[in-house]
């Protein structure tokens, strides 16, 4: 365990909450917490892990608060260390007060992220794991956030680690091949690199299969609504934020603070994009080209074109159909309480692949046909085992990609008869590589630069 200063910070958000919780970790922090502690016992003495009733005075003996105070002593605790949390009022005024007199006694104020990072650095989680903390604290829906969680419980690390214990034998493979070059032994060897590295990348592969549905729940589908005026774009948006309740997230961060609505549509999160300034998109083909347009709209995860079942196609639906072609596209086919005008032939032709939903916006019909289209193009419809080990994080992507490419070469290698201690070099640099996801080989660079998209008190 390495030696760290004691300290503190506010780990409740801020705000007019009825408790807050002010986190104290580190080998002063009993003693820090003790010295503005008055209750039965000293806490220097309680046992761990219980929590205490009891009241803070600050250094003229008066007393500023009544409080309830948790003493975990190390290790069995988050961060390894020693670690008070004090539970007072949560007005700010109050606990900008005991924040300020825990400060007083000697502790410092954490940064961002400090407690997990103390974690991290004690041996307490790993890397991937701290990190899907950090998704923990901004998953926009239920299902994101069983994906943190199950990435916090260790599940990505668990797969990781199992596929690193197998290249580790290679290695010691290829030495012992090295060491005694008789030809059958190299035979073996040669038969065992090329199976257990086509199994290894297999499975970096399958994780990586999860990564684009992973990254959508991590960070949402970017949606564009698109359609000429008049069609009900600006209805389906109502209905959309009103139906499916919008989700707002606020994470406070010392970098960045972050505002932005989200509709949770089975799960997945749907970022409305504001495009241009306005959040449904009429007569773009016209105003800015269909070139212009296509690149515009093929920025978004997906968008949804909205055409009046009331009216012929028009020039512009026409045109937006074509642009919407290579995007991942829902055609909806709206105001079907109006007697139907349009050539629903001729638009199915149009469209190819694309799924067409009919609604009547107005009548409150077919959004159900509209989140099923959405959950079914971006999850094939399957109901999504619980317990999938997504990869979401982009950090993680990279490097699961790059170790696929080596160990990709090792196989050809390999195959292709090169002499086995060539390949020695790939599956160490696989074994590298997949060893950054749980950070057992990065610099100190990137884990304060990781540690620093916390929010205070984590
Ligand atoms: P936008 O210009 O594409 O944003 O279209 P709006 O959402 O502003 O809607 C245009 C008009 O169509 C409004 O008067 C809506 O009330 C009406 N409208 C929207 N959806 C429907 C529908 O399903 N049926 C009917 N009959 N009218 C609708
Ligand atoms: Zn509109």
Redesign the pocket.
């Known amino acids: 365990m390495m030696d760290f200063d004691t300290i503190a910070a506010v780990a409740t958000p801020l705000g007019e909450g009825g408790i807050a919780i002010i986190r104290v970790s580190g080998p002063q922090a009993v003693e820090a917490v003790d010295k503005i502690y008055k209750g039965r016992n000293r806490l220097s003495t309680v046992d761990t892990h219980t929590i205490q009733y009891g009241h803070l005075v600050d250094n003229e003996g008066d007393v500023l608060e009544e409080v309830m105070v948790s003493v975990m002593r190390a290790p069995r605790t988050f961060t390894k260390e020693d670690v008070v949390e004090i539970n007072c009022h949560g007005g700010i005024v109050s606990v900008k007060r005991v924040l300020d007199l825990v400060l007083e006694q000697g502790t410092r104020m954490a940064e961002p992220g400090e407690f997990t990072k103390r974690a991290f650095l004690n041996g307490r989680i790993d890397l991937s794991q701290a990190e899907a903390v950090i998704d923990l604290i901004r998953a926009k829906t239920d299902k994101a956030m069983k994906v943190a969680l199950h990435q916090v419980q260790g599940k990505l690390s668990l797969l990781i680690e199992d596929l690193r214990r197998q290249l580790i034998q290679l290695m010691a493979h290829i030495e012992v091949t090295i060491d005694y070059p008789e030809h059958d032994v190299d035979d073996v060897t040669r038969n065992l690199l090329s199976e257990k590295s086509r199994w290894v990348q297999e499975e970096i592969e399958k994780l990586l299969r999860t990564a684009k549905q992973g990254k959508i729940l991590r960070e949402g589908l970017s949606t564009v609504i698109v359609?000429?005026?008049?069609?009900?774009?600006?209805?389906?948006?109502?209905s959309l934020l009103q139906e499916v309740k919008a989700i707002v997230t606020d994470v406070p961060g010392t970098t960045r603070d972050i505002i932005e609505e989200y509709v949770n549509v089975r799960g997945i999160p749907l970022r409305l994009v504001d495009t241009a300034g306005i959040r449904?998109t009429?007569d773009i083909v016209e105003r800015i080209g269909v070139e212009k347009s296509r690149e515009m709209l093929s920025k978004a995860d997906l968008v949804l074109l909205?055409l009046n079942h009331?009216e012929e196609l028009t020039e512009e639906d026409r045109n937006l159909l074509q642009v919407v072609q290579p995007m991942n596209a829902i055609i909806i086919v709206?105001?079907?309480?109006?007697p139907q005008r349009i050539d629903l032939d001729n638009v199915q032709k149009m469209v190819g692949n694309m799924p067409v939903v009919m609604?009547?916006?107005?009548?409150e019909?077919g959004i159900e046909r509209l989140e099923e289209a959405i959950a079914s193009k971006f999850f094939s419809g399957s109901i999504q085992s619980e317990d999938l080990t997504y990869v979401s994080n982009a950090r993680h992507i990279q490097l699961l990609r790059e170790a696929s490419q080596v160990i990709g070469e090792a196989i050809e290698a390999v195959e292709g008869g090169l002499p086995v201690d060539m390949v020695a070099f790939d599956i160490r640099r696989t074994w590298e590589l997949l060893g950054e996801v749980i950070g057992d080989t990065v610099s100190d660079d990137l884990i304060s630069q990781i540690f620093a998209q916390f929010c205070l008190g984590k």
Do not use: H, T
């Open positions: 359609g000429r005026p008049n069609v009900g774009k600006s209805s389906l948006l109502n449904d009429e909205v009331g709206n105001k079907v309480d109006l609604m009547s916006i107005a009548r019909e």
